[in-house]
């Protein structure tokens, strides 16, 4: 069972921020910037290259489900980065599709 399994399953605390049927996100504990939150599909995808064609959907919910955890935090007219890493070189680092989203300040490309 991944972290963000145990998390989902609330054995383990984290400060939600958002939670449909399909879908949690939560504050990332080492944010990368004054907004960053993660956004998990509660189906256990190890990352998206290993997403099937039945989990279009459910990737579609994680997409919107980020953009309203955006809406929420006020970051809709100022602008946000989302993020998904793939791998170990892509930066992955938790073996479940997750999504970052970052905001609060301005964003710089490329990311360092």
Do not use: S
Request: charged share 20%; glycine share 8%.
């Amino acid at each position: 069972m991944t972290l963000f399994e145990k998390i989902i399953a609330r054995q383990i605390p984290a400060a939600i921020v958002y939670e449909d049927a399909e879908v949690l996100a939560f504050r990332d504990l080492h944010p990368q910037a004054p907004v960053h939150v993660l956004i998990v599909p509660k189906k256990p995808i190890p990352r998206v290259a290993a997403a099937a064609a039945e989990d279009a959907v459910l990737l579609g919910r994680l997409l919107l489900g980020a953009a309203e955890v955006a809406r929420q935090l006020g970051l809709q007219d100022t602008g946000y980065r989302l993020v998904i890493n793939n791998g170990r070189d892509g930066g992955e680092t938790v073996p479940h599709l997750h999504c970052h989203l970052l905001g609060g300040r301005p964003l710089t490309w490329p990311p360092g």
